[in-house]
């Protein structure tokens, strides 16, 4: 891989810490957003950029600074958390915190690095087939559903708008992964979601930017 520059949010643990060591791995300059760095992190040749929360309005701001000049080549919006409503507690402080996180900061830390991205850059929103309302078969999960699919409504908004720009933007599911956010009870590794995560990247362009994506490669329904 020749050099590029790749700034991935919520980097210090799960599929963001694998998709930073897999891309420094392979000779990207990584660039790693988090709150706190983890040991893991700290140990990975990647740079870190700690104290970044990605709902704080400045966000953007703050990474625009610490990279100065230096053009992303890959925005990866991974950051985002999960609670579990139901029909007997579906706590609206709960539901909103999570669009914040997993729609409206994704959105918002996007257009704050606007300036900053490559003529041929692609922005990633990692989201969930959770969000798609023809595979929801189970229900349940209010929170995480909506703001999932608003996040791909806002992801699809930037693949139109960004287009003409060259960039190209994908909305990728990872797979049922064993991380902390799923108690580790999925069916595939984080370092096996982070690889499949790379080739779909890989094989983003401006045809099918806009596109909703398994990480096995299968495109999902809205």
Not at 43 to 68: C, F
Request: glycine content about 10%; overall charge neutral.
């Amino acid at each position: 891989m020749s050099q590029i520059n790749v700034l991935i949010t919520g980097a210090n643990r799960g599929i963001g810490l694998q998709l930073a060591k897999q891309y420094a791995e392979q000779g990207a300059h990584v660039f790693a957003a988090c709150r706190k760095a983890s040991k893991e992190l700290i140990d990975s040749k990647v740079t870190i950029i700690s104290g970044i929360d990605v709902t704080d309005p400045e966000a953007a701001e703050k990474l625009r600074n610490e990279l100065g000049g230096t053009k992303i080549d890959i925005l990866i919006n991974n950051a985002g958390i999960l609670t579990r409503e139901n029909l007997e507690s579906a706590p609206a402080k709960d539901i909103l915190q999570q669009f914040t996180v997993n729609a409206l900061a994704p959105l918002q830390l996007t257009l704050g690095m606007r300036a900053q991205l490559n003529s041929n850059a692609k922005v990633i929103m990692i989201t969930s087939r959770m969000g798609s309302m023809s595979d929801n078969g189970s229900g349940g999960y209010y929170g995480y559903r909506m703001s999932k699919a608003a996040l791909n409504a806002a992801g699809v908004s930037l693949a139109r708008d960004l287009q003409s720009e060259g960039i190209a933007v994908a909305l990728l599911h990872p797979g049922y992964v064993q991380t902390d956010m799923v108690n580790n009870t999925g069916d595939i590794t984080a370092a096996e979601a982070a690889t499949r995560l790379r080739q779909r990247i890989e094989e983003l362009n401006l045809q099918n930017t806009g596109t909703f994506w398994h990480s096995n490669g299968e495109e999902l329904p809205w």
